[in-house]
Nanobody, 118 residues
């Protein structure tokens, strides 16, 4: 089973870009039919899927966040990165990365708190 670990700043100012990295171990991000997702959970709310980057490098984003989201990868480091631009306090959440196939989730990171505040 793959292991995932998020890293990045815990505090971001409004209008700036949030950037988080997910380091993957125990498996390659290029393994066929694996999808590498970002998910968040705002305080007091449910899980919100942000988007994924696939084993081939293709991306797909939630329509509600698509205009502000970019997910990229570094295969040499076996990691993938989330960038969310023009953040507001509504983007405050616990951000998690996860691995999935077409039929199941195969691993989750522990999550990292990101607060948007001046």
């Amino acid at each position: 089973q793959v292991q995932l670990q998020e890293s990045g700043p815990g505090l971001v100012k409004p209008s700036q870009t949030l950037s988080l990295t997910c380091a993957v171990s125990g498996g390659s991000i290029t393994t066929t039919y694996y999808y590498w997702s970002w998910i968040r959970q705002p305080p007091g709310k449910g899980l919100e899927w942000i988007g994924y980057i696939s084993y081939s490098g293709s991306t797909y984003y939630s329509p509600s966040l698509k205009s502000r989201t970019s997910i990229s990868r570094d295969t040499s480091k076996n990691q993938f990165t989330l960038q969310l631009s023009s953040v507001t306090p509504d983007d405050t959440a616990v951000y998690s990365c996860a691995a999935q196939t077409s039929t199941s989730w195969t691993g989750w990171g522990p999550g990292t708190q990101v607060t948007v505040s001046s």
